[in-house]
């Protein structure tokens, strides 16, 4: 349930240049938000190298799979970025309400728990069924939102296979090397994604409802600029 005052998205009315980088109705510049750059996370299992930041955008190899996290945790946020994939078949994702004991027990390569949004190239599919020989139809690359872990969710429709992925109900995603945009909005054990512009995943009835975000590093370069968040009560 959204908190009393809490910002209702919509789609981007009108026509926009197609030079323009694509924006959801919420797009970080409403009053209360504010820039995320490289002294709002800290490393907790990448290398040095893995991550690199340059003003409002940050570039991450890919190697090793793991994350960087949030200084401080967060129960209700909003949260809007752009991405964009720079390898073919590319993955990665944004993880919300990560706890810090997942978080510490990353030694090794290896994701948290948690509420991942993910972020994932259009080439993943073929990918994946080139190299298991098996269907991809357990997973999308337009916007996916699952727990991980012992984490929990019930997902808003429609649900992937095994009930717990909350799939994408419209395919807005853009390919390689194109800037996608993505409005998170989580209150209250809920949360709601807008893929440029358009609403498309969610869930409720999160555990936990409160921790850290996390950028993934999962085997692919992928860059992420104009981070922004705005916390809520």
């Not at 964009?84 to 078949?89: E, I, S, V």
């Not at 590319?90 to 990560?98: D, E, K, L, T, Y």
């Not at 728990?113 to 298991?132: F, N, P, T």
């Not at 969610?202 to 968040?229: H, K, M, V, W």
């Amino acid at each position: 349930t959204a908190l009393a005052g809490a910002t209702t998205a919509t789609a981007a009315t009108g026509t926009q240049a197609s030079s323009d980088p694509p924006k959801a109705a919420v797009d970080g510049t409403e009053p209360g938000f504010r820039s995320l750059g490289e002294s709002d996370f800290v490393n907790v299992n990448c290398k040095d190298d893995t991550w690199q930041w340059k003003k409002d955008m940050v570039h991450c190899t890919g190697d090793p799979v793991g994350v960087i996290r949030s200084v401080k945790p967060y129960t209700n946020l909003e949260m809007v970025c752009e991405w964009r994939h720079l390898r073919d078949a590319g993955n990665s994702g944004i993880f919300i309400w990560s706890p810090i004991e997942s978080l510490d027990r990353l030694e090794g390569p290896g994701l948290p728990e948690g509420i991942e949004v993910q972020v994932l190239d259009l080439g993943y599919a073929e990918l994946y069924e080139k190299r298991h020989k098996k269907p991809s139809d357990w997973f999308t690359s337009h916007g996916d939102v699952f727990p991980t872990q012992n984490a929990k969710m019930k997902p808003f429709p429609p649900v992937a296979p095994n009930g717990k992925r909350s799939f994408p109900s419209k395919n807005t995603t853009k390919g390689i090397n194109q800037w996608n945009h993505y409005y998170i909005r989580a209150i209250n054990g809920e949360v709601r994604l807008w893929v440029n512009g358009v609403e498309v995943s969610g869930g409720t009835d999160c555990q936990p409802a409160i921790g850290y975000l996390c950028l993934e590093s999962e085997g692919a370069p992928i860059e992420f600029r104009n981070l922004r968040i705005r916390e809520l009560p």
